[in-house]
């Protein structure tokens, strides 16, 4: 599988929430060295942060990271990412994939299964990753993202709702999950073919996404197919908060220290 695929990471400096998030120091590297770190580890034959910020790009250039300077008002790091393929002129059937760069916890065996999604079978345009959930709270969580497959693995729909509902066991308790119904948190890490993302960034929000504020049922809004990958091993947290700084940290002592972390 090696240079069959392409991975970018977009790295926006200006995070809402924690600002200058990819220079952030965890546990003696930044946020996006890891990340670099975690990429390069994988099959690809090519990795390219994209980034809205000279630092950034400064920070890269020290720790030996391809990367672009993009441009600065994009919606979404798919955007980005878009705008590293078109610019480095990658042919349309090429495979990349989009490794968000606050997830420096995502496990490269778990790059390498998402690309050999799409290098398998050259008819699914994007792919993505879910892992089962396993507690009541995950799944009525609106911040947890659930997907519903049909057989075949292609994605029926992404909500922040409870789906799928089951009727009869939820109107009596809550608490629980009901046995026999499989639920599934998707997980943020997407490949595409270069040819269709150029065609899904072009297409405006649909109403699905604006409403669920799920970029990805752009996609299905627009009857294409998203296959879905069970991960082979939850990745870790990834970084939004302060908090999830400190849960960084605890899993990679637990890594270090020879333990099995936990997924977020």
């Known amino acids: 599988m090696q240079n069959r695929f392409r991975i970018v990471i977009p790295a926006r ?109 050259a008819a699914v345009p994007m792919a993505t990753l879910a892992t089962p959930i396993t507690d009541a709270k995950a799944l009525f969580d609106p911040h947890t993202v659930k997907v519903v497959t049909a057989a075949s693995g292609a994605a029926l729909y992404f909500s922040r709702a409870p789906v799928p509902w089951h009727r009869d066991e939820f109107l009596g308790d809550r608490a629980k999950l009901p046995t026999g119904t499989t639920f599934l948190r998707h997980i943020g890490l997407y490949a595409y073919r270069v040819g269709f993302l150029a065609r899904f960034v072009g297409w405006p929000p649909a109403p699905l996404e604006t409403a669920e504020s799920l970029e990805q049922l752009r996609v299905l809004w627009h009857g294409e197919r998203i296959h879905v990958e069970i991960a082979q091993t939850p990745p870790g947290p990834g970084v939004d908060t302060e908090d999830d700084v400190r849960a960084v940290m605890a899993w990679l002592g637990e890594k270090a220290g020879g333990g099995q972390p936990g997924a977020s």
């Open 13 to 121: 400096y200006g995070a809402s929430r924690l600002p200058g998030k990819p220079l952030l120091d965890i546990a003696g590297k930044t946020l996006l060295a890891r990340v670099w770190e975690q990429a390069s580890a994988s099959a690809a034959g090519e990795v390219v942060v994209a980034t809205d910020d000279e630092r950034v790009l400064a920070h890269c250039r020290d720790i030996g990271a391809d990367a672009v300077l993009t441009r600065a008002h994009h919606q979404s790091g798919t955007d980005r990412v878009a705008e590293v393929a078109a610019t480095r002129g990658w042919a349309p059937d090429s495979v990349i994939v989009n490794l968000q760069g606050d997830e420096p916890c995502m496990p490269s065996s778990l790059i390498d299964q998402l690309a050999r999604a799409l290098l398998r079978d």
